[in-house]
């Protein structure tokens, strides 16, 4: 065995014959000698393969492989890893060739050589020494004495006689060191990424000897990780959810603090302190205990991973995060919204239709999903919308817990879309409930139609159209009217609606046919929700005949969907006021073609003889349908000007009918006072942008209607925070909303104003004014007290001056008496933002223009205690008194004895009345704070009569009364008695003589 393998071989052949442990060895005298004969092929070459030193190798963790090839090794050597093969020499005749070979790991054999592929390029074919004119083929390898260096071969040839001449058409290449090493390049797979055997290979020509290097167990993973999911998933953070990412393979968690980190988009992208960890694929991003939810409820943030400076995710051989197309991501991230607050809404939106004019109220409710009671609050940080009042304003909720919030729309909102945002503030955070409302106006009451109430019916189906435009508002209505009567009424559209046109269908209903008439007629109107106004000029289109009515058929059927009857509106219009009895302020804001008379836009108020309509500076009166309204200056009416009518009817609802006026249409102002009518056909708030005024008004000018008004307060006399750039004023005061139909009257201290009415414009302006959210009407029929009985008013602005009243709770009131005790007038305070301040807007009312004294009364309704009022004032029909800034002050009188309420401030035992008495009197006493409190009769003997009080009083004044008799009931005899009081410290008597 010449062979540095033999005593391996050996060693083998021993231990195979020979074996140690529990192997039973045969006696040697039953043995037999045989002759053995070993021959050993030696291997070809003596190979090693290692990765070329010029590829940095990436750092990993994985023992089971040699090498990692990661996007930054491809990125440096794009076609393949260079790899050295060395231990082999040429210097051995028997060298053939040499070559690079690998195998895809996963569930091939690689014992099997044949499943082994060759490295594109990597043969190297030993040649010997180089001869010219000799056939070479790519990949040989010959040496050249002459340089003393080995070339390999780059294509096929026949070589010159001169190698320089091959040598310069660079048919050949130095191999540099290839004595003793051999740089090959091992070609990435197709296949891509996986896990590869690569080892060298050398053939040796003593029968065909093959021998092999070490198996280098590669590694090829080129693709950075990728998130395939984040959490939350749904984009919310609840108070049990979990900031994640997930990548699609393991990646380096070292360090991971400084490559994560959360920002707050909705506070300038500010850090909100975190930690972050990482396991296996996933990194977890917490917030910190110390960060204050409140502070970061409701507010969208972003998880964020690499970029902005931060080292970028790597996976576990260092490539870089990247997106599904391959590409480099600087910074990884998501977004999210937090919602950890346990308090929630029962819905975070609310859409309503509603009508203005009247009460809304919608319950929503306030939710406890956690584990700890939670307070709530309106309010105090955000501002509530001012046409919603939330109730209660606060409140606590238990966990698991509920309440239910109302919410009250301002009725008087203009007609179309209204949104806004209401905070419920907690500890927690603020969860926001977005209100949305569709403001309509409302129809008349007297719609309603008992189909009960009569014996027949007739349907019609009937395309509704304005102006020869079919009607697409579901909103609006059409009204079937017999004899003045509504007698059938339904939403547009009820059948079918679409851009192209409607069907609807509406039931008609009457009784017999009354005396006389032949048939009963059906005439239709249209109610239009958005100009809040009926049209009553329809004609009817049915067989091909125009109509103003058709004959009502019982039990008929008239038209189809195919063939529909035509109802056709022009834009005329009926304006529906209410008239109370007594004296209502209305305007005329239509124009009834050349027509302006009284009796063309009286005709459908109920009269009574001595009815009076009243001008700025005339009036008319009505003497019966013979004579007509009778006067000598007011024969027509003005549409831009505000009437008062005075009716002896009970409240009714007056039409007129007539077309709009442009609301734009300027309207002159006098100096001082001017009855303006209001024209726009829609509810707007009382503000700058709306009663636009030129030249601007100055401050202490007031708008009035006929229950409240505003008063003016120029820029500069504004507080500094309120004046903004529009350089405008503020109407301040308790007039909110301008209505059609209503009347009002302007104080103005310049002379020639113009009067142009705007749109809605700068709410924010509105809300610096208070919200008047008080019903005043009903504060008056709380009272019994009915405005409509007097003709003239007057303002006062003012404040009641007091350091011990609530005088802050907007429930409180200042009522006005006339010298008999009756009601002139009612008011409650009312908070003006823009000064920080409560105010008075006083509206008092008289049938004189002057003269009447007037005084008033304080009711302190937490206490239910009434105060009389120091400040009196003479009655002067549209006088104001006090201004917003220079209020009126309001002294209360101080309560005494017998009135409710009183705490003396001392103990006191007032003197009996009457005195003497017979048979009964009075005796009062009072008490600063709670005390034990006896009230006791003697006679002059100092005997103890009757006890007429004894135990625990309340501060306050009381009265007892004392009939004369004893503790048994017996009537004493006439003369001198002692009343005794002790209390406390406190002993006082008083004499009292009984006469019979």
């Known amino acids: 065995m010449a062979s540095p393998y033999e005593d391996d071989v050996a060693a083998s052949w021993n231990q195979y014959h020979y074996p140690s442990g529990n192997v039973i060895i045969p006696d040697p005298q039953n043995s037999d000698t045989q002759l053995l004969s070993v021959y050993y092929n030696p291997p070809c070459q003596d190979l090693g393969l290692v990765v070329n030193p010029l590829v940095e190798a990436p750092a990993h963790g994985n023992e089971d492989v040699d090498f990692v090839v990661n996007k930054a090794v491809t990125d440096s050597f794009p076609d393949g890893l260079p790899m050295i ?39 190297f074919v030993r040649k010997g020494d180089w001869i010219g004119s000799t056939a070479y083929e790519q990949y040989d390898v010959v040496y050249y004495a002459v340089h003393d260096k080995y070339y390999r071969c780059l294509a096929t040839h026949t070589s010159n006689a001169d190698f320089g001449v091959d040598l310069a058409d660079e048919k050949w290449e130095w191999v540099n060191l290839a004595d ?32 092999y290097s070490q198996e280098l167990r590669i590694l090829v993973d080129t693709k950075g990780p990728q998130v395939f999911t984040n959490t939350p998933m749904d984009g919310v953070l609840g108070p049990d959810d979990v900031i994640s990412f997930a990548f699609d393979e393991f990646i380096e968690c070292s360090n991971v603090d400084e490559w994560s980190r959360l920002v707050d988009l909705s506070n300038d992208e500010s850090i909100i302190p975190s930690t972050a960890t990482c396991f296996e694929n996933e990194v977890i991003v917490n917030i910190n205990t110390s960060v204050n939810n409140a502070l970061i409820e409701n507010h969208a943030l972003e998880a964020r991973l690499g970029g902005d400076g931060l080292l970028p995710v790597t996976d576990l051989y260092g490539n870089v995060q990247e997106d599904p197309s391959g590409e480099i991501l600087e910074t990884v991230s998501f977004g999210f919204v937090v919602d950890r607050n346990p308090i929630h809404w029962s819905s ?44 209660p304003e606060f409140g606590t909720i238990n966990p698991g817990g509920a309440m239910e919030i109302e919410l009250s729309v301002d009725p008087n909102l203009p007609v179309g879309v209204e949104a806004g945002v209401l905070y419920a503030e907690t500890q ?87 005396p006389g008439v032949a048939e009963q007629q059906v005439s239709f109107r249209l109610w239009d929700s958005n100009e809040c106004s009926e049209r009553w000029d329809g004609s009817i289109v049915s067989g091909g005949e125009e109509l103003s009515s058709i004959a009502f058929e019982p039990d008929g059927l008239q038209g189809s969907f195919l063939n529909p009857v035509s109802v056709n509106f022009t834009n005329a219009i009926a304006r529906n006021i209410d008239v109370s009895e007594g004296y209502t302020q209305i305007s005329f804001n239509l124009q009834h073609g050349s027509d302006m008379s009284l009796n063309s836009f009286l005709q459908y108020l109920n009269k009574t003889t001595n009815d009076r309509i009243i001008g700025s500076s005339g009036f008319a009166t009505w003497q019966g349908d013979v004579a007509g309204w009778v006067s000598s200056d007011l024969t027509e009416i003005n ?77 500069d006399d504004l507080p500094e925070e309120l004046q903004d750039d529009d350089s405008l004023g503020l109407w301040l005061g308790s007039l909110d909303f301008f209505n059609p139909g209503q009347g009002y009257k302007i104080y103005l201290t310049a002379e020639n104003t113009t009067l142009a009415f705007g749109e809605q414009g700068n709410l924010a302006r509105q809300r610096s004014a208070p919200s008047h959210l008080t019903d005043i009407m009903q504060l008056y029929d709380d009272l019994e007290f009915n405005p409509h009985l007097y003709q003239h008013s007057m303002n006062i602005i003012s404040v009641v001056e007091s350091d011990t009243f609530g005088l802050n709770d907007p429930e409180d009131k200042v009522v006005t008496y006339d010298v008999e005790g009756n009601i002139r007038g009612v008011s409650q305070p009312i908070y ?10 006083m509206t008092l009312y008289s049938n004189e223009p002057y003269g009447e004294q007037l005084s008033m009364r304080f009711h302190d309704t937490s206490e239910n205690i009434w105060y009389d009022c120091q400040h009196s004032t003479m009655f002067t029909a549209n006088e104001i008194q006090g201004s917003v800034l220079s209020p009126i002050e309001i002294s209360l009188t101080a309560l005494s004895i017998g009135d409710e309420g009183y705490v003396p401030e001392e103990f006191i035992l007032s003197q009996n009345f009457p005195n003497p008495f017979n048979p009964v009197t009075s005796i009062g006493f009072g008490v600063p704070n709670g005390s034990e409190v006896t009230v006791t009769i003697y006679n002059l003997l100092g005997q103890e009569v009757r006890k007429l009080y004894s135990g625990y009083m309340e501060p306050g004044y009381k009265f007892v009364q004392w009939d004369g008799k004893d503790s048994f009931g017996s009537p004493g005899p006439s003369g001198m008695y002692i009343v005794l009081m002790q209390a406390q410290d406190f002993i006082d008597t008083k004499k009292i003589i009984l006469m019979k």
């Open 639 to 715: 549409p831009l000007e505000t009437y008062i009518l005075y009716t002896q009817q009970e409240d009714q609802e007056m039409y007129f009918v007539g077309n709009y006026i442009d609301p734009e249409t300027p309207v002159s102002l006098d100096q001082n006072w001017t009855w303006f009518s209001y024209l726009p056909n829609d509810p707007r708030p009382v503000n700058t942008s709306v009663l636009h005024l030129d030249p601007e008004p100055s401050t202490g000018d007031v708008v009035k209607s006929q229950f409240s008004f505003r008063q003016y307060v120029e820029f």
């Open 832 to 841: 003006i933002p823009a000064i920080g301040q409560y105010r008075m807007f």
């Open 180 to 211: 003793i090493q051999y740089a090959a390049m091992w070609y990435f797979p197709v296949d891509g990424d996986g896990e590869y055997y690569v080892r060298a290979k050398s053939v040796c020509d003593i029968a065909d000897q093959v021998s």
């Open 428 to 514: 927690e955070g603020d969860e926001p409930l977005i209100v949305t409302v569709q403001v309509l106006c409302p129809p008349p009451l007297n719609w309603e139609v008992n189909p009960y109430n009569y014996a027949y019916s007739m349907t019609l189906v009937t395309n509704v159209r304005f102006m020869d435009n079919s009607v697409t508002d579901t909103y609006d209505k059409l009204v079937a009217i017999i004899d003045g009567e509504v007698r059938g009424v339904q939403n547009i559209g009820n059948m079918f609606t679409s851009s192209f046109g409607n069907r609807t269908s509406i039931t008609v209903y009457a009784n017999e046919n009354p």
């Open 85 to 123: 093969i060395n231990g082999y020499d040429l210097t051995d005749d028997n060298l053939v060739s040499l070559e690079l070979q690998w195998i895809s790991i996963g569930g091939l054999d690689d014992d099997n050589d044949q499943l082994w592929q060759q490295s594109p390029g990597s043969a």
């Open 348 to 391: 975070t939106t609310i859409t309503e239709q509603i009508f203005n004019e009247v009460e809304n109220v919608f319950t929503m409710e306030l939710t406890n999903n956690g584990v700890e009671v939670m307070t709530f609050a309106f309010g105090e940080d955000w501002e509530i919308p001012w046409w919603i009042t939330p109730s």
